[in-house]
């Protein structure tokens, strides 16, 4: 079991930027992949980006692609979302997430969840 923390979420106004971290506490941290999913009002869960257990691979969503950059640093434990140019689309509470498989893409791959950070992003 990996303990997660979320923070650096706030509002901004579209095109600023946020960077969200991800504080990991329990089991070796680079035992897991780590994901970063979002959920907007009356909205399923999406994936938005997700990173290999020693940061050689990185994977998006098409929507984020060229604006996002998920990184890692196994070190101190915690995963970043660098967020740029922001749209009012990208509102929503974000999770990270830690998985001990090699699959990235499906909230069910998942085992380990943070509570949630807050954003939003005003036209």
């Known amino acids: 079991q990996v303990q997660l923390v979320e923070s650096g979420g706030g509002s901004v106004q579209a095109g600023g930027s946020l960077r969200l971290s991800c504080a990991a506490s329990?089991?070796?941290?680079?035992?897991?992949?780590m994901g970063w999913f979002r959920q907007a009002p009356g909205k399923e869960r999406e994936f938005v980006a997700a990173?290999?257990?020693?940061?050689?691979?990185?994977y998006y969503v098409d929507s984020v692609k060229g604006r996002f950059t998920i990184s890692r640093d196994n070190a101190k434990n915690t995963v970043y979302l660098q967020m740029n140019s922001l749209k009012p689309e990208d509102t929503a509470v974000y999770y990270c997430?830690?998985?001990?498989?090699?699959?990235?893409?499906?909230?069910?791959?998942?085992?380990?969840w943070g509570q949630g950070t807050q954003v939003t992003v005003s036209s």
């Open positions: 990173i290999s257990r020693r940061a050689g691979v990185t």
């Open positions: 329990g089991r070796a941290f680079s035992s897991y992949a």
């Open positions: 997430a830690a998985n001990i498989r090699t699959s990235y893409y499906s909230s069910s791959d998942y085992e380990n």
